[in-house]
Nanobody, 125 residues
Framework: QVQLVESGGGLVRPGESLRLSCTAS????????MGWFRQAPGKDREFVAA????????LYSDSVKGRFTISKDNGESTVYLQMNSLKPEDTGIYYC??????????????????WGQGTQVTVSS
């Protein structure tokens, strides 16, 4: 497994942007698919976005498609989530995850998947 540390969360107004970062250590980062989940207060954790180990294929939830972009920098061992046109319903704790199996990153249900500690994103006027 890898160790993951998220950063970049904060308080923004509707329509503004944020970029989250997730830096990995401990294993060969380039062989891992990466993803982002989020959890709003009182709700289950939900899938946001994922990218394959090479970054050549990405997947987004319908609620963020067209507004969020996931990217992976293997040289920096970091995955990013660029979030534009933020809405109040985007508020929550954002977690990154990593697994050598892409499907596991997308489902978030495998015991082999590594998780970060989360970073808070609040969108409010």
């Amino acid at each position: 497994q890898v160790q993951l540390v998220e950063s970049g969360g904060g308080l923004v107004r509707p329509g503004e942007s944020l970029r989250l970062s997730c830096t990995a250590s401990g294993r060969t980062f380039s062989s891992y698919a990466m993803g982002w989940f989020r959890q709003a207060p009182g709700k289950d954790r939900e899938f946001v976005a994922a990218t394959t180990w090479a970054g050549g294929s990405t997947l987004y939830s319908d609620s963020v498609k067209g507004r969020f972009t996931i990217s992976k920098d293997n040289g920096e061992s970091t995955v990013y989530l660029q979030m534009n046109s933020l809405k109040p319903e985007d508020t929550g704790i954002y977690y990154c995850n990593a697994d050598q199996i892409y499907r596991s990153v997308v489902t978030g249900s495998s015991r082999t998947t590594s998780w970060g500690q989360g970073t808070q994103v609040t969108v409010s006027s």
